[in-house]
């Protein structure tokens, strides 16, 4: 028998903005938006996203065809990205995690 606490880790607080702007908006913004409220340099922005991502916290939704030309300072990897929507989970945990940031 192990004594070893298991804790989930905690999120980032970059990934904490994005889900505020997205809280705030609806629950779903465009890539580009998105970016610029966010205020965050290309690599923390994709980090950040791809921690949501990666919990479920958040879907992506996919252009049929990749912009031609990529929004100024907006990272080359969300070229292919339309929007991104909070999932039904991440809705429901945002106001039950942080239910005094809503």
Do not use: K
């Not at 609806?26 to 690599?43: H, K, S």
């Not at 990272?75 to 292919?80: N, S």
């Not at 106001?95 to 940031?101: C, M």
Request: hydrophobic share 40%; with cysteine; aromatic share 10%.
């Amino acid at each position: 028998m192990t004594h070893d606490e298991w804790e989930i880790p905690r999120f980032s607080n970059e990934a904490i903005a994005i889900l505020g702007h997205l809280r705030r908006r609806g629950g779903t913004m465009r890539i580009g938006p998105l970016f610029r409220q966010a205020g965050l340099e290309g690599e923390a922005f994709l980090d950040a996203l791809e921690e949501l991502y990666g919990r479920r916290w958040v879907h992506v939704t996919w252009r049929s065809r990749p912009r031609a030309v990529v929004a100024p300072g907006l990272p080359d990897a969300c070229r292919a990205v339309e929007r991104i929507t909070m999932s039904r989970f991440g809705r429901w945990r945002y106001a039950v995690t942080w239910p005094t940031l809503q």
